[in-house]
C-alpha cells in the first residue's frame, strides 16, 4: 500500500494564524517530547500542551494544517502524535486530505475528543 510521504507541507498553506498562536509564548519542549519519553511523563506533557491549545485561539487552523501535513512530531491544535496517528490509520492515502479544511473534516470527532475534558484529565 503506499504511503504518505511524513510532513508533506500541503501547496496551499497560510501561516498568518501562527501570529496569533497562544504557544508563541510556551516553552517549545511542552509541545514536542524528549527521547524516549513514555507513559505517565508523556501523557501529562501532553495534557499540558494540550491545555494551551485548547484556550488558542487559531486552534483549528493549527489542527488542520496538522493532519493535512501529517506532521509526525508534537502537540498541533489540541492533537498530539498518537491522536494523529489514530486519524491518519483510517484515512485512504490514495485520498489523503490535502485541501483546505480537509483535514478537520478527516478528523472528525477525534478532534472534539482530542481536547476534551476527559483527554485533558479534567473530567
Ligand atoms: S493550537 Fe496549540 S500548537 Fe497550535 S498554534 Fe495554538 S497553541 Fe500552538
Known amino acids: 500500500m503506499?504511503?504518505?510521504?511524513?510532513?508533506?507541507?500541503?501547496d496551499d498553506v497560510q501561516w498568518f494564524w501562527q501570529d496569533h498562536a497562544a504557544c508563541r509564548e510556551a516553552d517549545p519542549l511542552l509541545f514536542?517530547?524528549?527521547q524516549n519519553e513514555r507513559g505517565s511523563s508523556r501523557i501529562r506533557r501532553d495534557r499540558e500542551a494540550k491545555l494551551v491549545c485548547a484556550a488558542c485561539p487559531v486552534r483549528m487552523e493549527c489542527a488542520d494544517y496538522a493532519v493535512r501535513a501529517r506532521e509526525p512530531y508534537g502537540v498541533w491544535g489540541g492533537l498530539s502524535e498518537e491522536d494523529r496517528e489514530h486519524i491518519?490509520?483510517?484515512?485512504?492515502?490514495?485520498h489523503y486530505p490535502r485541501g483546505k479544511g480537509d483535514g478537520l473534516r478527516a478528523a472528525g470527532g477525534d478532534y472534539i475528543e482530542a481536547v476534551s475534558p476527559r483527554a485533558l484529565g479534567i473530567a
Open 88 to 94: 491518519y490509520a483510517r484515512l485512504d492515502s490514495r
Open 32 to 34: 514536542f517530547h524528549p
Open 2 to 10: 503506499p504511503q504518505q510521504p511524513l510532513a508533506q507541507v500541503p
